[in-house]
């Protein structure tokens, strides 16, 4: 019987991930935390929680009987860059935490599998852009990036030295119409969905060809857990698991929206994120994903597209687009 804890679920990912582990694991099997006073989504058994606060979270795993931890608690690469110090005690310091307790209860007898999360933000301008391997250069820019890089190879160096299972993807931007993204450079691929439901145009912060690799939620759930139920054995990556999705850039999502609103328009104006965009890959090689624990996309750009405008309401009193 799997017990699980979820920290950051007030977050993008935490939020969906939340909901499909109690969909599988049952209710009373899924722990949902975070900082703040209560869950954001309606999670039925939420903690709060300070993952800096190691003495508290090793309280809340003795106390559920927690066998899992996703640790997904992080600042991003745009809200990283605003509060570097901040950014990097979080990323770090929350990570080191967890595989402390988890090197702990396993020499205990009790073993504690961890999920945590790396990006695309682990590669920096020197790696190989198209196809980036699992294996490449990683010479990441921002403190976000540096942050789990570092992080890849802490979680390497627990599995090597002290046997601590645990496992990681560097998710590509995650696309989601649920919850919103939280200050990352890849939050344009959504924030271009709700301009076009409400009418507006959009204002890029990219350039029209900044291709970059990119996955809707349902594929990045599927991704997590099936990671998670993968047999220790198989998982032949113990930094983090190129996981491929797919890959496009603002014009070409813009022309895939305008087949639903002929009048939609985008419009550029590259700020700083575009600088941090220019480091990352267009594309990733998920050979050692595809080969350990069997993953496999399922979602292309134009399912994608559909589902997100079947999903994000117009407003109600708000404009409508005349198409
Ligand atoms: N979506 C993240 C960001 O843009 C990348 O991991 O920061």
Redesign the pocket.
């Known amino acids: 019987m799997e017990r699980i804890l979820v920290i950051g679920t007030n977050g993008q990912i935490g939020s969906e991930l939340v909901e499909a582990l109690t969909e599988k694991y049952g209710v009373d099997n899924v722990i949902a935390a975070d900082i703040g006073p209560h869950s954001l989504y309606g999670a039925e058994c939420y903690e709060t929680l300070d993952v800096l606060d190691s003495n508290r979270v090793a309280q809340i795993i003795d106390g559920y009987g927690v066998t899992q931890v996703y640790q997904l608690a992080a600042l991003?690469?745009?809200t990283g860059e605003q509060a570097p110090l901040k950014a990097w005690t979080l990323n770090m310091n929350g990570l080191l935490n967890i595989l402390e307790i988890a090197r702990e209860r396993g020499q205990a007898g009790k073993p504690l599998r961890v999920f945590w999360p790396s990006?695309?933000?682990a590669f920096g301008p020197h790696t190989p852009t198209v196809d980036t391997p699992q294996l490449a250069v990683m010479d990441p820019t921002t403190i976000?990036g540096i942050s789990k890089q570092a992080g890849e190879r802490l979680c390497e160096y627990y599995f090597n030295k002290f046997d601590v299972d645990v496992r990681s993807i560097r998710?590509p931007?995650?696309i989601s119409h649920k919850s919103p993204?939280g200050?990352?450079?890849?939050?344009y691929a959504i924030a271009i969905f709700h301009a076009a439901q409400r009418g507006e145009r959009y204002d890029c912060y990219l350039g029209p060809e900044t291709t970059l690799p990119m996955i809707y939620m349902p594929d990045a759930i599927r991704a997590t857990i099936e990671l998670m139920e993968a047999p220790a054995d198989q998982i032949r990556i113990r930094s983090a698991y190129n996981v491929a999705g797919l890959s496009f850039n603002p014009r070409e999502l813009a022309q895939a929206i305008k087949q639903y609103f002929p009048q939609f328009e985008i419009s550029y104006q590259p700020d700083q994120r575009q600088a941090i965009a220019d480091t990352w890959p267009h594309s990733l090689d998920d050979t050692y994903a595809r080969a350990d624990w069997g993953w496999h996309a399922g979602i292309g750009l134009q399912q994608l597209v559909e589902d997100m405008m079947a999903n994000i309401k117009a407003p109600q009193c708000g404009l409508h687009h005349a198409a």
């Open positions: 991003l690469s745009v990006s695309i933000a976000y998710y931007g995650i993204p200050g990352g450079t890849t939050d």
